[in-house]
């Protein structure tokens, strides 16, 4: 099990990066767009560097739901490798069966 404050900081990092998306990409658009003046552009990159470092989306870590955990994450099934094998060994994963040969 992972710490919960590690837990709650990735939380408080994605409800941030929800919040500000639009404001992103508006900016991001501006700055890339080649037909606007270089001034236009290195302000909107200035707008861009104020906002809050944690509303950035790659700043929000993938993280197991059922333990936390940031390693070994699959993300078709949303949870780490040990979790899936546990669940898998018990079979409470339709499908999926543990191999043995």
């Known amino acids: 099990?992972?710490?919960?404050?590690?837990?709650?900081?990735?939380?408080?990092?994605?409800?941030?990066?929800?919040?500000y998306t639009e404001k992103?990409?508006?900016l991001k658009d501006?700055?890339?767009?080649q037909?606007?003046?270089?001034?236009e552009r290195f302000a909107a990159h200035?707008?861009?560097a104020q906002l809050p470092r944690n509303s950035a989306p790659?700043?929000?870590?993938n993280?197991?739901?059922?333990?936390?955990?940031p390693r070994g994450?699959?993300?078709?099934?949303?949870?780490?490798r040990n979790q899936l094998r546990e669940l898998a060994s018990r079979g409470l994963i339709p499908g999926m069966v543990k191999s043995s040969w």
């Open 35 to 39: 037909k606007l003046s270089a001034e």
């Open 24 to 26: 992103r990409k508006r």
């Open 30 to 33: 501006i700055a890339h767009d």
């Open 58 to 61: 790659n700043r929000v870590r």
């Open 1 to 19: 099990m992972a710490k919960k404050g590690s837990i709650e900081k990735n939380k408080r990092r994605q409800k941030l990066a929800a919040q």
């Open 46 to 48: 200035m707008k861009l």
């Open 63 to 69: 993280r197991c739901e059922v333990t936390g955990r």
């Open 73 to 80: 994450y699959y993300r078709k099934l949303r949870m780490c």
